[in-house]
């Protein structure tokens, strides 16, 4: 059974950072396109970064400059580095598998004030 697990959401202040991490179990996050998507209270869930399988990244305009994707192959994870986080990125993550449509359980993130 596929399993993506996501880890390191929390409570941070505005301005602080936070590194999210996706762990794979029977996929090989590194011949795969991944993504992360978060979703808040009432709203759509949305694409907030991709990586795809040959390093090529595209971001939301909202995180651009803030949040970087990135894969670690030997550890098969992908991961969000959050920085400058604002109280606007507090919302549920989602580690992504889109080729194969993979979710992970999702992750809270919540940014203070």
């Known amino acids: 059974q596929v399993q993506l697990v996501e880890s390191g959401g929390g409570l941070v202040q505005a301005g602080g950072s936070l590194r999210l991490s996706c762990g794979g179990s029977?996929?090989?996050?590194?011949?795969?396109?991944m993504a992360w998507h978060r979703q808040a209270p009432g709203k759509q869930r949305e694409l907030v970064a991709a990586?795809?399988?040959?390093?090529?990244?595209n971001y939301a305009d909202s995180v651009k400059g803030r949040f970087t994707i990135s894969r670690d192959n030997a550890k098969n994870t992908v991961s969000l580095q959050m920085n400058n986080l604002k109280p606007e990125d507090t919302a549920v993550y989602y580690c992504?598998?889109?080729?194969?449509?993979?979710w992970g359980q999702g992750t809270q993130v919540t940014v203070s004030s």
């Open positions: 029977r996929i090989t996050i590194s011949i795969n396109a």
């Open positions: 992504h598998a889109p080729g194969p449509d993979f």
């Open positions: 990586i795809s399988r040959n390093g090529y990244t």
